[in-house]
């Protein structure tokens, strides 16, 4: 019997620990339990303004400071009548909404003056406090990461949105917004996106998937996903990557996040190409994550070619009995039939599921914690 292929191994699997449509604003690396939130700027001198917006009318300023546990915001208002009104009416006041891949974590603040007391609205545990300025007013904020939902420790921005609501009620004016937008780029979690890059050669324009999901049920959160030549790679606090058994780049298809676990856990796939020996096949390489790692499920050989000859599968996420199952079935062949099939089944990968198989009709793999979990399926029935 003729053999397409020698036997290739499912990944290489290496651990290394390490040392963006939206504006990207890099927080200064210094320890937010050090300012005091008393709604002064005084803490802040050294630190630049990161981001502003606005004119003649009102200008928002922004600094922020961010020590991996906690972020630190101040906002000067730059303001030349700070407006609040007894009773109902429209007033100054600033809207942060902050959110770490999950439900944003909003905080409103209306600064108190002569005429009005403070009011300030923000979540529990995150600390806001306003004071007055010769020209304005300022907030000043303490967030901790572990109060925004979402967040995990393989998060690597924030998204920001402030609103500084200008009110000219008092000068019979018209009211305006001032808007900040921004992706706050987390440092220690850039570091080890550049230190894996590194490791791996990869620049980031290699880059072809970034995302975070869940994947890993050991681990509380999403988990970041980053993939690029022949490399996949999964960053928490670290990060481990699997190299593909391509000779090039262009030979992996696709890299996509399957909903195969239970619970919205998914699994990480790829459709690697090899060619050899006058023909090519195509894997279905599948890889679940655990403790931070990723672990490898298995492989299948999802088509073959040989000489314009074409054995090939198809596959979807159905809803099973005990959870989602991927179920893989054969495409009618092109140019091949039982009688002229001759080739020995792989034994490195599930092999190719044959057309004229009067046995089974395809095959449903299942996850069952770090394992996949085979069963055929019936073979269709025969027309009469």
């Known amino acids: ?75 000067d208002i730059k303001d030349d ?41 923000a979540p529990r545990r995150v ?16 967030v901790p990461a572990a109060a925004l939902p979402g967040f995990s420790a393989s998060t690597p921005s924030f998204e920001l949105h402030v609103v500084f609501h200008d009110s000219d009620q008092a000068t019979g ?36 998937l970034d995302t975070l999901a869940e994947l890993d049920p050991d681990r509380k959160g999403k988990e970041r996903i980053v993939a690029g030549g022949t490399v996949i790679g999964v960053l928490t606090d670290q990060f481990a990557f699997v190299t593909l ?15 195969l676990g239970n619970r919205g856990q998914q699994v990480v796939s790829a459709i690697v190409r090899q060619t050899g020996n006058g023909g090519a096949r195509d894997l279905l390489m599948l890889w679940t994550v655990w403790s931070g790692q990723l672990q490898p499920l298995g492989q299948i050989e999802a088509r073959k070619e040989l000489g314009g000859n074409v054995l090939e599968v198809e596959w979807k996420i159905v809803k099973g009995k005990a959870g989602p199952e991927l179920v893989v079935t054969p495409k009618p062949a092109i140019g091949l ?31 069952r914690g770090a394992e996949l979990q085979r069963r055929d399926l019936p073979a269709p029935k025969k027309k009469r």
Request: hydrophobic residues 45%; negative net charge; contains cysteine.
């Open 337 to 367: 039939s039982a009688e002229t099939w001759n080739e020995a089944p792989a034994d490195d990968a599930d092999p190719i599921l044959l057309p004229w198989d009067t046995t089974k009709g395809g095959i449903g793999y299942s996850l």
């Open 81 to 121: 009548r700070v407006v609040r009104v007894r009773g109902k009416g429209d007033e100054d006041h600033v809207t942060v909404s902050l959110a770490a891949g999950g439900k944003p974590v909003t905080v409103v603040a209306y600064p108190g003056n002569a005429i009005a007391k403070s009011k300030l609205s």
């Open 127 to 142: 600390l806001v406090a306003d004071s007055l300025q010769p020209k304005g007013f300022s907030i000043e904020l303490r």
């Open 245 to 259: 058994p391509a000779q090039k780049p262009s030979d992996v298809r696709s890299i996509a996040l399957l909903p």
């Open 173 to 208: 004016g018209e009211a305006i917004d001032v808007t900040i937008d921004g992706a706050i780029e987390l440092g220690d979690r850039k570091d080890l996106l550049d230190d894996f890059l590194k490791t791996v050669k990869l620049r980031r324009s290699d880059i072809k």
């Open 1 to 75: 019997m003729a053999r397409w292929f020698a036997f290739i191994p499912i990944a290489t699997l290496l651990v290394w620990g390490g040392a963006e449509a939206s504006p990207v604003i890099r927080c200064d690396d210094s320890s937010t339990a050090d300012l005091s939130i008393d709604g002064l700027l005084d803490d802040w001198k050294a630190n630049q303004v990161l981001a502003r917006a606005g004119g003649n009318g009102g200008v928002a300023e922004l600094r922020c400071s961010w020590d991996g546990t906690a972020l630190g915001l101040a906002l």
